[in-house]
Each structure stands twice: as C-alpha cells, then as structure tokens.
C-alpha cells in the first residue's frame, strides 16, 4: 500500500457542552495542524499516489471554509460537539465528497482510504480514517 | 475508525543482557517520550473516542511507577531485556488494564484497540499495539 | 551563558481588531505552545540554572489564568491586540513578576534573562526577550 | 504487533516528466528523511523486534547507493518517475532483499512486515508498506 | 526584543567544488525548510512584530525564485558554492532589499533585524543573522 | 554572523545529590539529543562556517566517551551534578578543546562561538554557548 501526506493548518473558537469537558465548557479555540494521507494500492501511470498540488489545494479549500471562525456559531455543527476526533471526519467527509467529484484529478480514481489526523498541542491528536467513496458516476 | 492520541514521557537507568546488545550491555538510560493512541469505531454520546483528561491521568500514573527508576531493579522485569519494544507491550498492559477497571470511565467502553509508541531519541522508536480488553463484568 | 527550557500549551480564543488583520478580525482561537527559556551566567551550588520542577508548576500556573478562555473579555487585555507576540510579553511580564516573588525557589537568584517564546502553529511563532527584573528585596 | 523505527536521510538531484508535474519539470532536488519501520508479532529471544544496530547498518547502505547523486543518471529508473512514493518502494525493495540475504541477522526471521516513509519536507511525506518477503532458504 | 518567524520551504539541485566537499562534489538537491525571522524592539500600533501575511508573502515569492531550480545554473551564484550557509545569506539579502523596498508594508518600519535559518535534513541547518537595513527613504 | 548546527545524540544513566532534585536523586538515565551550533562572522574560502563532515565526527567521537554509560562512576564528573545544563558545557569544553587541537581542520580557523543545546525530553532542554577558544599556538 503506498500513501501520500500533506499538511496544513487552521485556528477556531468554540465550546464544549457536557460536563465530561470541565472548564472546556467555556469559549476558548485551537489550532489543528492537519495531516491527510492519501492510501492508494499501486501508483498511477505517472508514478503517483495523487496529485499533490491539487490535493494541496483541495485541503486548503476545505480548510478555508472553517479557518478564522467560531465554530459554534456554524450550522453545520448545530447541537454537536466540535472535539478535534469530530472536526478529524468532518474533513475526511469534505475531502472525500471533493474527490468524488473529481477536484483531485484523474489521479484520484484508484484511491482506497484516507486517513485525516488533527494536531491540537504537542501532546495531544485525533484522527479518522476510512475508505475512499467511489467516485461520483455522475 | 476515530483514534485520540496524548503524549508524556519518563526517564529510566538500564542495561541489557546478550551479546547482540553490545555496548548497551553496560548501564546506561534512556528518556521515552510515549504516544498513547484510543482507537474505536463510533464517537460516544459526547463526541469522544476517550475523555482525554482521564486518558493523561491514566497515562501519567502509569509512566510514574516507571519514571525516575533502574530498571534493572524492578521485580516485574526480573530476566528481561527492558528494549524499548518490550516497555511499550508493558505499558499497553498496564493501560488495558486500567480501562479495563474503570479508570478512563464510562467513555472507554467502545475502545477498540490502543497503540503504545516510544521514542528513544531522535532517529529510533518502538511500539506495540492490540486489541482492548474487554471491560471487566465486575 | 547557560540556558534551561520548559514548554507547556494553552488554548483560547480571540479576535483582533484593525484592517491589517483582515479575516483574523472574526472571532477565532489558537492553541498557543509556549516556551520559556530561562539563562544565567554561571550554575548554582546544585549545578542548576532555575529548579526545572518549580519553573514548570511556575509556567503551569501563568498559563492556567489564560487556558481556555476567550481574551477578548479579559479585562488585562482591553483595548489590546492580543496578537501571539503581544501574549509573549504577557507571560514574560507574569513569569518575571513571580520569580521577583520567590516562586522560582532560592535557585532563581542568579537568573539573567528569560526568552518566552509562542508556537502557534507549525509555521509561525513569536517571542519576547529581555533581561530578568531584580529579586524583590521585601 | 511490535515496530521497530530507524531514521535517517540522502539528498538527491532529478526531474519528472508529465505536464501533472508542471515546474517540478525541472531539475531540482530533495532532501529525504527515511523511516523505516519493521514489524512482527512476538519479540525474539533477546526481547527484539530487529537488530537495530543491524537496521540502522542496512539503511544506510540503502541510502548510500542513492545520495548525493542525480537520480536521472540512475539506471534503474530509467523511464521512470522518481516521486516520493516510488522511491519509498525502491528502499522498501532494497531493505527486503538485504533482509532476505541475512544482512539483518538472525533476529529479522520473524519480520512481518516493513514500512517506509520519506519525508520531503515539513509539509510533505511519502510512504510504502508490505509483508516481509521470507528470508532466502539458500 | 519581540520576534515573529514563519516558515515555508524550497527544493533545489546543485553540486560543490573543493575537495573538502567529498561526495557533495556530484549533482545532488536539498530540501531547505526556511525560517524568518523578524525582530523590533517594539510593537507597532496594531500590536504587531510584522504583517505576518505580508512576510508569508514575501518569503514565499523569494523562495519562489530558487524553487524547483539547479542552482548550478543560476548566474547569480555563478563561482561560488551554494552551501546551506550562503543560501541563508542571499535569502537574507533578498528579504532585506524588499522590505527596504516597502514590500512588508508599512509595519517594517522597526524592523530591527532578520535571521534565516535553513534546515536540511532532520540533523543539519544553517542561518544567517544580521541588522536590517534601513527602509528606502525613496 | 554564520551558523551551521549539527545533531547527534547519546543515553546515560545518573543521579542527582540534594533535595531540589526530588526522585531524581534516584539512580535513573536520559537520552540526550544534542545540539551543536558553529559560528562566525564570515564565510570561508568554500562558502562554508564549517567542515561539516569533521563537525559531525568531532560531535560523535565526544559523544562517544559518554554514550552508555553511568555518569555517576566517571571520574571527571566526581562531586559534580551531572544535570542537562552541566553536561551541554562539558560537552562545549570537549569540542572546542578539539577544536583547538585541529581536529576540525583549517576550515575551524574562524569560529567565533559555539552552542550546546541538549534536548532531554518533548518538554525540556538546556544549553551552554560562549566565545570559541583560539587555536592552540602549538
């Protein structure tokens, strides 16, 4: 299995509701550095995994759309907890639904998985990984 | 599959047996810093993989029946080679064990699997993962 | 010149306020990991240039009367940028105040210079130097 | 499963060929830290996953074959393009041979499986993994 | 004396002559992961060392002068050995001369001064520090 | 001013004597990830600050008369608290005294300063940096 990595980064506010989260409960924000690796079983023509300038670009994009903001006020994520496991496959599903409608490129059709990992301190992250959808047929 | 990861770290005296050990026959030490990583397949009611809190807390208890010790004089290890891949199966032990009484809460019920990482230094590290232990029924 | 350092983090949120910060005016957040590296010219009678336990629990403490907040409704910072160089300053100001106060441990005497700086994300960080104020004589 | 890491890197010169690669077109370089990670399911006798004074041995002889070289020249890669992810099968390749002619020492019998991950840049990373062929019964 | 850095990076191929180069001698490339950083005795109006935008810009569009490049053929360094050292240098000079130039906006106006570094590998890097220039008075 | 850093590492086991050190009076170990940063005020005649092929062997042979040892039964160290900070100036004192000797070739001629950076955890380093001594005459 080969795979492929970039990174990038974004920084939000928000709260937690539960008492599990202690003083988490109050308005307070993150960084998330964000790795997302690219699985696929054997190299496209070209010898890649995927486009890395595209899947640089479409990470960026999906990135933007929650970079700078406060993530309680997005409805989106109305009435659930925005804890970094949570924001890990909310990417992932942003990331996969873009390549199913093809902004990686014809490389991205033989993708099998995708794991998205968010690093919120040095000592702590949470990831989520799973199959690659196929692409969109439409 | 969803996964959260904490970090923290120890410093120990030891020396090895064998001559595949070389020099690291003689006493010397080393300091780990741990990577501790909850696998589990679906987000609990709170948006968790783990209550991170009680997963540090865990973590350092742990780490701190090792930490600031010879190894060489622990009964536990008596006739073992304390490599690196030997402490990360001791401490993925004591951390299922741990779950497995209670002490990450009610959260630790869907863990999957955990993963036990530990750097030596810069250039070398070891890990040992598994399967949770169920929870214990008493 | 000798130099020890300890990192911890904290997390917050905040918004600025002027044209220059373009997006960054929208509430936001950030994971701030700090370190402080304090310097003396020559070791004590322990062979220590700061007690590496107390400044740790000392950083621990400055840090927790931010963690988790949101700095906007902080009265200390009103009217302020509280940009990652500015919150520099901050923690430089409140580390040297309780080393003035005796905090650090008799150990904290000789120390020359404290550097704080704050990683704020893996491609951008910040930081304020300056030397270390007097012991407070009372 | 216990893993066992080694880190260390070459510098290259090359160039690709495919409009997908734009400016990378040209002749440039990389920097590549290599890990190699080895895996197996039970500790040897002396607690061991690997050698790893062996491991760390056969990677740098791995990546001496390839340094401080332009990888155009090479002609085993003729017609090829040397992306991250292809270079990561070819140590994949060459560590496995080395390991199947003994080179790792008896201890690299019950290898599993091996992963190699060429980092290229603080954003950037590459990896290939696969079972361990068995060692040479010649 | 506050600082602000940011870091972006370039890949290059180029080869050294003297014998004290060794191997270096052949074509070869790098990766250089490139920090800036700027320092002012004070922080401006807004709170601020730099426009950190503005000098993510700026270093951006220097490295993008020598990215993807055989530095062997740029008559810029025509005679000289383009060590890791001497590329700290002339990225120096390159963010000195636009800042001069007003590029980093009005908020440079204090800059007091500027080190790059240039990281190579996991295990070597290289900087240059000096004053900043004055600004221009054109 | 030039620098250029080189990295290696070594493991030792020791004890600290007196009551601030706590636990750590204990017999335990460290890895110490070391730092080693040459510097000078201009380039030599190939462009470079220093051999950094000789460096890379000076800071290995040094660290080699530690690595795997108990510092507590080394003479040199005898009555001394072998902390992170004291080591980094005995690790200075070996490397500037070698390279008083030559053995870091005439490229060394010009050295300024050096600094010693030893990294003892994610969490924790200490330093030593001062004037290089001149050339042994002799």
């Known amino acids: 299995m080969y795979s492929v990595n970039v990174r990038d980064h ?8 539960g008492e599990a989260f202690g003083p988490a409960q109050r308005l307070h924000g993150a960084t998330y550095v964000v790795d997302v690796e690219f699985r696929r079983a ?9 486009d890395i300038a595209r899947a640089t670009d479409v990470l960026r994009s999906v990135l933007g759309e ?9 409805p989106a994520f109305e009435g659930r907890n925005t804890t970094t496991e949570f924001m890990a496959r909310v ?4 990331i996969a639904s873009r390549s199913a409608a093809g902004e990686l490129g014809p490389h991205a059709g033989g993708l099998a998985s995708l794991r998205v990992c968010l690093h919120e301190s ?3 992250w949470a990831a989520y990984e ?9």
């Open 42 to 50: 054997a190299l496209d023509v070209d010898g890649m995994v995927v």
């Open 10 to 17: 974004f920084m939000i506010a928000h709260s937690f509701r």
């Open 130 to 138: 799973g199959p690659m959808p196929a692409l969109d047929p439409r």
């Open 91 to 94: 990417i992932f599903d942003r």
């Open 66 to 74: 929650l970079n700078l903001r406060n993530l309680d006020d997005e």
């Open 122 to 124: 040095h000592v702590a």
